[in-house]
């Protein structure tokens, strides 16, 4: 079956530029986190969607991010205004609900990131 | 706060050693679930294992090993005869149940094997 999905795998954009990434979870898959992995460093929590409810985005770096799951299924991961270090690969994971007990994030390739 | 360790930045062996990644984790959640991923050139992140807090027994999955210990906090990963292809950068992580599940990953560590 199909697994998590990231479009576009590669963005280059100009400082200041909005960028917007997506991610297509595998299907009946209620949970969504956004991870972002810096050159050299391990994924850092962003945020986490249960269905379209956005229940943590304690991650989220500044309010120049925002993400949305509008149906409860693709989430945009948007970033406004972008800095250079905003340069990342963003990850997207999916699982059935984290709920009584963990169920396995598959994690999609990413969206590698680079601001000039 | 960081709240897994991963004190080794960077290992090099020759290929058939055996070599020990270190991790430590630091949680106060009783409910708690600690992994190892591979990350490979490539970059895909690749699952190798789950241990939850409840289960402190060792596993051992072909030449891959863990060593989980509550009381020392600690969750290492030994590769046995180590290969070329297992070169790659090995991430620790720990997934609370009161936040949500969401995972705390180390730092890393690069492997490198050589022949």
């Known amino acids: 079956g199909a697994g998590v999905s990231q479009s576009p795998r590669y963005k280059v954009a100009k400082r200041g530029q909005d960028v917007a990434l997506r991610c297509d979870p595998i299907?009946?898959?209620?949970?969504l986190f956004w991870y972002q992995q810096a050159l050299g460093q391990g994924p850092e929590f962003l945020t986490y969607?249960?269905?379209?409810?956005?229940?943590?985005k304690s991650g989220l770096p500044s309010d120049r991010f925002f993400a949305e799951r509008p149906e409860g299924s693709v989430s945009t991961l948007k970033i406004q205004r972008t800095q250079q270090e905003d340069s990342a690969v963003y990850l997207c994971?999916?699982?059935?609900?984290?709920?009584?007990?963990?169920?396995?994030?598959?994690f999609g390739p990413g969206t590698r990131l680079t601001v000039l | 706060a960081q709240k897994v360790t991963q004190a080794q930045t960077e290992i090099s062996v020759v290929e058939k050693e055996d070599v020990t990644l270190d991790c430590v984790y630091e949680?106060?959640?009783?409910?708690?679930?600690l992994f190892w991923y591979k990350q490979p050139p490539s970059g895909e992140l690749v699952f190798l294992i789950r241990r939850n807090s409840f289960d402190e027994q060792n596993e051992i999955s072909g030449r891959y090993s863990w060593n989980f210990q509550k009381s020392t906090s600690s969750f290492n990963f030994t590769i046995t005869a180590s290969q070329v292809v297992d070169s790659a950068v090995y991430f620790c992580?720990?997934?609370?149940?009161?936040?949500?599940?969401?995972?705390?990953f180390g730092k890393g560590t690069s492997l490198l094997v050589t022949p």
């Open positions: 969607f249960q269905n379209e409810a956005q229940l943590d």
């Open positions: 994971a999916s699982s059935r609900p984290m709920g009584r007990g963990y169920n396995e994030q598959f």
């Open positions: 992580a720990l997934s609370e149940k009161n936040s949500g599940y969401a995972l705390n």
């Open positions: 949680t106060r959640d009783t409910t708690y679930y």
């Open positions: 299907s009946g898959h209620v949970s």
